[in-house]
């Protein structure tokens, strides 16, 4: 199983990024997927889970309304667009692999069976 997440990088405060996260070696379609972040020091914190689906969507409070998640079947991958970020949101950036779709157990990173090798994401004033 491998969880592949890219799209990292150096933005201003305001500024765009979108993640991708490439999943092999599993039924995608068997999944819900998630992303975490962490900071040093830090425990790791959910960002945002998607269902089987791709119908429905959760968000920590502190991304609602900048950041989307989607994911594409055909492609067996996850996408985080983050729009107007702040610096607040450098962190390594985290994709996961879960079966069930909890919302206590998503936000939890000790529920998932899969990670990805995690992107930096560095934002500036």
């Known amino acids: 199983v491998q969880l592949q997440a890219s799209g990292g990088g150096l933005v201003q405060a305001g500024g765009s990024l979108r993640l991708s996260c490439a999943v092999s070696?599993?039924?995608?379609?068997?999944?819900?997927m998630a992303w975490f972040r962490q900071t040093p020091g830090k425990e790791r914190e959910f960002v945002s889970g998607?269902?089987?689906?791709?119908?429905?969507?959760n968000y920590a409070d502190s991304v609602k309304g900048r950041f989307t998640l989607s994911r594409d079947k055909r492609k067996n991958a996850v996408f985080l667009e983050m729009n107007n970020l702040k610096r607040e949101d450098t962190a390594v950036y985290y994709c996961a692999a879960d079966t069930i779709w909890d919302y206590g157990r998503m936000i939890n990173p000790r529920e998932y069976d899969y990670w990805g090798q995690g992107t930096l994401v560095t934002v500036s004033s």
């Open positions: 070696g599993l039924t995608f379609s068997d999944y819900i």
């Open positions: 998607i269902n089987w689906y791709g119908d429905k969507t």
